[in-house]
């Protein structure tokens, strides 16, 4: 059950739509949530991120893989090294050729990167009816307003309206066109016990592996807005500054 769950979420962020009925039905418009990301100063939410990395692992990994996000990587979020390679043994990791020429398995270490559950997209295709479950590195910045709709689509799910016809295995969210879409909710409320002792219901669960994945797309972020912010403050005071001289100059010429 786990590891169809963990399709299902896979293919509902890859996809947003895995497969829906043409019936009438307008799409709601992602709910705006308050990120800790957002704007000029946003930061990275670090306990909620490795709330999310937790999520991830006990829920997603088991499909898809994070193959932009080196084990070491989680360092930036505030996972000591001891957690980091112990994290990273519990992978298997393909390596070679030896000396026999062949490739072979190793429990993977902090500069390996997240490994793909499947050898390949054929087997990853044969393993689920065709479908190809995509890896989560970027899944938030594939998609318009990426952070908001993700976080939709996993706490939206609600029974249908009188009148609209469910076909089987069809379920009802709104954020999907038309409303129909073929794929149970990924998220229960107590589906991880989280390390911190934080309540683990639907909408936490949700909130956390959007910030994780968030930060999975954009590992840089605080850096960048940081560099931002440190060049606009350069500018304003090099303005400033040139201000001055332009009127002390003009001054002595009048």
Known sequence: MKKTNTLLLAALIATGVAGYAAASGDTKPPRQVEWSFDGMFGK??????????????????ACHGLKRIAFRSLADIGFSEAEIKALAATYQVKDGPNDDGDMFDRPGIASDYFPSPYANDNQARATHNGALPPDLSLIVKARPDGANYVYSLLTGYKEAPDGMAMGDGQYYNPYMPGGHIAMAPPLSDGQVTYEDGTQASLDQMAHDVVNFLQWTAEPEMESRKQLGITVLIYLAVFTAFMYIAKRNLWKKLH
């Open 44 to 61: 990275v939410d670090k306990p909620s991120v490795q709330r999310g990395m937790q999520v991830y692992k006990e829920v997603c990994a």
